[in-house]
């Protein structure tokens, strides 16, 4: 068992832009350290956004395409392996490291945020 974070402020944890995006384009992306794919998602009237995601466990490229996703969208860009990942595609892992995304109950409008 882990320890338990230190607490954050409720303030802090509403800096954390949370919305659900639409997977619109998947490519592999060999040059990534670890196994990932290159997403593209489309966040409605906020745009697409790429990701540089580490999928390729349990899901195959055109599993993704059409799928809702919850991503965290207010952390800035981040370089991976050259290619810009804009948004944090949220998931659990499993024991063996193969991560489930974390995923809408229902559709819902792209762009909504967590509320």
């Not at 670890?34 to 593209?40: G, R, V």
Request: aromatic fraction near 8%; include cysteine.
């Amino acid at each position: 068992m882990t320890a338990e974070p230190a607490p954050i402020s409720y303030s802090e944890f509403q800096r954390v832009d949370i919305r659900v995006g639409r997977i619109v384009a998947v490519e592999d992306f060999p040059a990534a350290r670890k196994p990932a794919y290159k997403l593209w998602i489309d966040f409605g009237p906020f745009g697409i956004r790429q990701s540089s995601a580490q999928l390729t466990a349990l899901y195959q490229p055109d599993e993704l395409v059409g799928r809702q996703v919850v991503c965290a969208t207010g952390l800035g860009p981040k370089r991976v392996a050259g290619f810009k990942s804009e948004v944090l595609v949220t998931g659990f892992a499993r024991e063996d490291g193969a991560i489930i995304l974390a995923v809408p109950e229902r559709k819902i409008a792209d762009g909504s945020p967590l509320s």
